[in-house]
Each structure stands twice: as C-alpha cells, then as structure tokens.
C-alpha cells in the first residue's frame, strides 16, 4: 500500500540521518522497500497520468521538510539532514506531519508566503499531495463537464449528432478539412451508415460511421449489422459511436471479426470531445510551472 506524503516524512528525515548526502531515487528505493510498495504501486499513476503516484509523495515530503529547514538541497537532486533536522531525530518523535512542522519558524514563513489559507486544511489526515489534489479536482471537473456534454447530445436531434461525430473525427486528424475530409449521408437512403470519411488528407482509404442516440445497450445484432452495411460498399474499416454503452457481446464480436470496426460509447465519446475542444470552450486556464534545473546549472 502507498503511504500518504505526511506519513512518509519521519522514515524521509531518518534516512538522511547518518549525515550524508543521497539521491532523491536512493531516497524513494529506500522508502519503497521499508513500506513495501511493489513494482506494480511504484508505477501507479496519479490522475493526470503525468507522475507515478508514490514517486510524488516522496518528492513532497522532501519539499515540506526542505521548508521546515529539516532538509537541504545539495546539488541537483541531492540531500542531506541539516543540524535542525538531527536536533528534531534526538527527541524520538512518533510521527511527523504538517502540523508538528509549524512549530519551526521557517515552515509558518513558508506558510505565510504561500497561502497560508490554503495550508490550514492540511491536518494530520490529508492523504494527498498539492498534485493530487490538483488532479483529482481536475478529474471531478472533467467528469462532471462529461456528464453535461453527453447529455446535451442525447437531446440532439440526430442530424446534428451525427454531424457532431465526424466534426470529432476531423479534428482527431482524418482527413483535414471538414470541406475535404467529411461528408454526411442522405438521410433515409444510408443503408445502415451515416457518414463518410477519409482516413488521411490524400483518400487513400476512407471509414465509415454510423452514429446512433441510444438510450439501453447497444447489443451484437446491431453491431453485426452495421458490419453488413460495410459488406454493401466493400468498406474494412468502420467506427460506431452512440451515447449509450455497448454489450461485452458486441465487443466480442468485432474483436473476432476480419474487418476493423471502433466501438466508442457515450463516455468515451464525451471525453473525446473534450479533449479535442467539440461542443466545448476553454473556461480557465492554469499552467503549472517548476524549477529549469538546468538555468541554475552554473558547471
């Protein structure tokens, strides 16, 4: 099981006890072997999937000790105790956390420069780092605008869905242009498909779409039929989308068959419009920065 950062902060500070100096990697081996954090953990990604989790943890808990002056930077990536940090190690302390580090000047500083508001609701039972909780706020928002997108679809009227499903695909780089890459089908006389698109900007082959607003699952016989319709212009590749969800009969299904059909249900559908900006506007915007190591490299 990964350990929460605060948890991680007296065995970070022992470690660095003997008085010399180590590695940020020698730290987390070291701290993995002692929580007994698997392979398998230490990969574990946080929501953003730009961080492994326990890699995170043990980075914070470095900087909040480095605040509370327990800990110094040598060189790049590189540790050691400070006198501070040993005069705390004599007293045998239980256990450390965010609270306990505000007896030190040096954290209330730290503290006070940097939201100490934000700082108050980080007690002994905060789990998360700064950069999961980011993530995880991130996640919630995300999820939450989903839900709201995949519900104005639903409301749609067809035409307008299926011209928002291959508005997605162009965007996801098939084709181009709408102009050049896509068109829609007239309705009523699509033999099962409602649009057509180039797979790449020269048209050297082109995939099928059948978009379809369905509220219960989507089973294998409407998937098999939708690979029929194929068979009727001699298509290979197609992508079926809906707002609903599709039966794991379905999915069996097109994973034994010869030609390649993409399965995309409502929630996936959702996310992809999100992250290829269909339906959807840019609210805020916040870019997160760190430290250019290699600016303050003075070899």
Partial sequence: ???????????????????????????EDAL??????????????????RAKRFANRVSWSGTYLRQAHLVENVSRGVYRITPQGQSLL???????????????????????RFGSKSEEQHEESVSQTPHEVLDTTYQSLRNELATELLAKLKASSPTFFEQAVVDLLVAMGYGGSLAEAASLTRRGSDEGIDGIIKEDKLGLDTIYVQAKRWEGQVGRPVVQAFSGSLDGVRARKGVMLTTSRYSSEAREYVAKIEKKIVLIDGEELSKLMIDHNIGVAESQNYVIKKIDADYFDEE
Avoid: C, W
């Fill in 32 to 49: 993995a072997k002692q929580f007994k954090v698997s392979e398998e953990e230490r990969r574990e990604m946080i929501p953003s999937g």
């Fill in 1 to 27: 099981m990964i350990p929460d950062f605060q948890t991680v902060f007296l065995p970070y500070l022992k470690l660095l006890a003997d008085g010399k100096n180590h590695s940020s990697r020698e730290v």
């Fill in 90 to 112: 004599t007293e045998k302390p239980d256990k450390l956390n965010i609270r306990s580090l505000k007896r030190f000047p040096e954290f209330q500083e730290f503290q006070g």
